[in-house]
C-alpha cells in the first residue's frame, strides 16, 4: 500500500505545480485586429502597439509592405483596455525632403474582442490612435501623448 499512496502524493504534488504554473500566465481573454496602412506621402513607418502597458505588437510599414494586420490577445477578467500606439513614420514633404515624426497617442478601449481597430494619423503625423469605423464608442482617446511610449535612442 505503500508505494501506492507515495505515487498519488507524486501526482498531487506534480497537479498541484501545473495549476500553479498555468495560474503564474495570465489567461486569455479574447482577441482584436488591429490595421495600419501607409499614407500617400509615406515612405516608412514602425509603429509599437503597447495594450495594458504590455507591448502587443510591433509594425513595420515600406514599400514592399503598404499594409499590415496584427491580431491581438487581451488578458481575462478585464472588459476594458488602456492602449498606446507610438513610433516613427518617415514622410517626403512637397518639396521632396524626408522628415521623421515620432508619434503617440493613447487611450481606453471599450470591449474590442473581435473588432477589427484602424491606426490612424493625425496634425501631420504627429498624433496617433487607433478607431473602430463601426463603432466609434469601442475607442476613447485620451489627450496629450502616452507616458509609455519613448523616443529610440539609435
Not at 505503500?2 to 486569455?28: D, N, T
Not at 513607418?45 to 499590415?68: F, H
Not at 481597430?117 to 463603432?135: C, K, S, V, W
Request: charged share 20%; glycine share 8%; aromatic share 6%.
Amino acid at each position: 500500500m505503500m508505494p501506492q499512496s507515495r505515487s498519488w502524493k507524486i501526482l498531487i504534488f506534480l497537479g498541484a505545480g501545473a495549476v500553479l504554473a498555468s495560474a503564474s500566465q495570465p489567461a486569455l481573454a479574447g482577441t482584436f485586429t488591429v490595421v495600419d496602412g501607409r499614407a500617400d506621402n509615406e515612405i516608412s513607418e514602425i509603429s509599437r502597439l503597447y495594450v495594458d502597458e504590455q507591448l502587443a505588437a510591433t509594425i513595420r510599414l515600406d514599400a514592399s509592405a503598404p499594409q499590415r494586420a496584427v491580431h491581438v490577445e487581451t488578458a481575462a477578467g478585464r472588459l476594458n483596455h488602456t492602449y498606446a500606439l507610438c513610433g516613427e513614420i518617415t514622410i517626403r514633404t512637397p518639396d521632396g525632403r524626408t522628415e521623421t515624426h515620432e508619434v503617440n497617442g493613447g487611450g481606453i478601449l471599450h470591449h474590442p474582442e473581435g473588432r477589427t481597430l484602424n491606426a490612424l494619423g493625425t496634425r501631420n503625423f504627429t498624433e496617433f490612435y487607433l478607431a473602430d469605423p463601426d463603432d466609434p464608442s469601442v475607442v476613447e482617446r485620451q489627450p496629450g501623448r502616452s507616458e509609455i511610449c519613448s523616443v529610440p535612442t539609435s
